[in-house]
Antibody, heavy 118, light 111 residues
Framework: QVQVAESGGGLVKPGGSLRLSCAAS????????MTWFRQAPGKGLEWVSY????????YYADSVKGRFTISRDNAKNSLFLQMNSLRADDTAVYYC???????????WGQGTLVTVSS | QSALTQPASVSGSPRQSITISCTGT?????????VSWYQQYPGRAPKLIIH???NRPSGVSDRFSGSKSGNTASLTISRLQAEDEAVYYC???????????FGGGTKLTVL
């Protein structure tokens, strides 16, 4: 069955960096867009970034542009999110999800918590 | 402030039907058929329940249905059950703010 699972979250100081990973299984990873979303504590969902199946098309939310980098390794069925210059308002649960192109995201991981605090 | 507008809360009794609205613009909901809806329980990951306005993924109950009129999309849940109590988010692709906008979420209470 389709599964995606995030890892790499944790506590980091403001200005620090963190790299999130997402391991995918149960589907042909290289055929699908992949997306990162996040949800701050007690808040709603926010789209962060997406990457096309080949990696040739990438978009970022304005709130993370220039600080976050999405990438993928189709040979290893893995998605990544490199997060630099982290700020307190980046504190959130980060979700990896399989994309339905631009039509949404159909399978989500359980999320990994990133806490930015001194 | 979210890009798409949803009511903060709705409620209904078991076996009744409720509708949650989601209002955007002609650059997103009104101009494209890429509206999706997600159900989220506390502490859990979101689950896709509707995509491309009205399509249900395999395994999603047919009590959930989606529609769109102009710049407003709607999610209708019929024959309400206690297990439907959750937060529901709408989302849409946008042609001017690529690629994904969310509503602020609607908390459904089953009375």
């Amino acid at each position: 069955q389709v599964q995606v699972a995030e890892s790499g979250g944790g506590l980091v100081k403001p200005g620090g960096s963190l790299r999130l990973s997402c391991a995918a299984s149960g589907f042909t990873f290289s055929d699908y867009y992949m997306t990162w979303f996040r949800q701050a504590p007690g808040k709603g969902l926010e789209w962060v970034s997406y990457i096309s199946s080949s990696g040739s098309t990438i978009y970022y939310a304005d709130s993370v542009k220039g600080r976050f980098t999405i990438s993928r390794d189709n040979a290893k069925n893995s998605l990544f999110l490199q997060m630099n210059s982290l700020r307190a308002d980046d504190t959130a649960v980060y979700y990896c999800a399989r994309g339905l192109s631009v039509a949404g995201a159909d399978y989500w991981g359980q999320g990994t918590l990133v806490t930015v605090s001194s | 402030q979210s890009a798409l507008t949803q009511p903060a809360s709705v409620s209904g009794s078991p076996r009744q039907s409720i509708t949650i609205s989601c209002t955007g613009t002609s650059s997103d909901i009104g101009g494209l058929d890429y509206v999706s809806w997600y159900q989220q329980y506390p502490g859990r990951a979101p689950k896709l329940i509707i995509h491309e306005v009205k399509n249900r993924p395999s395994g999603v109950s047919d009590r959930f249905s989606g529609s769109k009129s102009g710049n407003t999309a709607s999610l209708t849940i019929s024959r309400l059950q206690a297990e439907d109590e959750a937060v529901y988010y709408c989302a849409s692709y946008s042609s001017i703010k690529p690629p994904f906008l969310f509503g602020g979420g609607t908390k459904l209470t089953v009375l």
